[in-house]
């Protein structure tokens, strides 16, 4: 399936810095969150990072979609340079981001709402993902009366329906008990194959990045930086075999952790000395 | 029914308003009539009221001013904070002064008005209009300046143009805010009306009320403040059905 990756990259970093400053006084501090930041993520590619907290992982998705505009550098999307939110790329937020006044149907429907789309139209494309991730019987539910899991499927659904080809995930199952976050991964990656989308996939669990990933970029604790970036070769689909057995599986799991664990016993060395 | 009245729900209310309205008769008949007035005579001054069409006829000159004035206020009021709240350079620069406005005591406008609009009903309209307006779009602006920032970033991710931001986000999260303003705008439309009535020219329920202090009928000033209570209380109950219809979707608590 993943033959059919073009030649220009889905997504492309070039040089990203970013610096946030604190407060509005002159003298502010600032902190650095990214620190030149260089990346290219292919088309249909499944790109986990992974990173300690505060690296700058939120941060970088953001600049991906546009929500914020590096101090340097450039992002460019199927092959030109972006500087606002676009069509080709939609955000699944960490705490769901659902309007908590509009049905499911309603929040689904959002985007291509906002884009005009004929009524009839939008509502059939809006049912399909629904049922897509399972929750035709709530259509007509509010976000409050749903789990976590599916407010996030809604989440999910609402990225769907805009057709974009890129998915960008900020710790989409971060919130999520185990069980049910093993069952969205495992769906996640049956829709993702299905429809040949580009995902940018932040999280914090290492199971989690290894098993999702086609490569796990590995950031190192702030100023952000690519620490490294680590293919995942493991034969897809990976939910009808013993994948967190599988022996490329352990290693690539055993090498990340050895990496994160010595950013955070420098982090601490740092902190105590 | 013996069982009924003996519940507490029933039954409290019941011995409480017995000892309330005993208690006022008594002291009432003990006070000089001229200072105070017992339920009785109350009651008496109600029908007399009534039957002249005196507190018919003030009531529909209070509610017209007092209805008109609030629902201008709420057209004007509530589009105005969407703006002051959503255009942030427009509402920092009317904000010190909507604030110096909204804690003034309202009384010392009074003068003012005279000077501009007469003491006729232009000028209690002016009145009601004016605070309850205030109120209403110094609330609204906060509801919409506190609009939830994860929010705006999905409808921004989604490329919400600005009127679509404040039809799907900003305003349906500034509800509570609104309704809180429309409250606090009612209220203050009561008070615009009745010191409008009362100091600018004596008409209306407030008139009916100044009447009867000069006329040394205190019976009288409490037939109107017990119209007044009422229309406040219609005004409230109506509110609380507005919020309910437009937060419907958090459902049965
Ligand atoms: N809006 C902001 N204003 C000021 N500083 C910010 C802002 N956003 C992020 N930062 C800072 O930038 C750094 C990176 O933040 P970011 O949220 O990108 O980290 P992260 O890797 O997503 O962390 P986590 O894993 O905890 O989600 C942090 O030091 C953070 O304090
Ligand atoms: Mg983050």
Redesign the pocket.
Known sequence: MKDTVLDIPAIELKGIR?T???SEDRDAKT?L??DGVDLKIRQGEFLTII????????????IIASL?LPDEGEVIVEGEPVREPGIKRAMVF?TFGLFPWKSVIDNVIFPLMVRKFDAAEAREIAMKHIRQVGLDKFVDAYPHQLSGGMQQRVGLARALSTGADILLM??PFGAIDAQTRELMQEELMKICQQEQKTVVF?T?DLDEAVLLADRVLL?SR?P?RVREVIDVDLPRPRFDYDVRGHETFVKVRAHLWHELRNDLVEQRAEETS | MIDKLIRPSVFLPLVSLVVVFGGWEIVGRSINPLLFAPPSEVLRQFGELLQTGELQDAAMVTVRALFLGYFLAVVVGIPFGILMGAWTRFGDILQPYLYAIFATPRVVLVPLIVVWFGIGFEARLFLVFFWSMIAISVNTAQGVRHARPDLVEVARSFQATRLQMARHVLIPGAIPFVVSGLRIGAERAIVGVIIGEMFLQIVGLGGVITKGSQELLPAKMLCAVAVIAVLGTIIVTALDTVEKRFQDWKGAP
């Open positions: 970013k946030f400053t604190l902190v969150a990214l990173g300690p907290s505060g690296c700058g992982k939120t941060t970088l998705l953001r914020i960490q900020d710790e932040i914090h950031m702030g952000g």
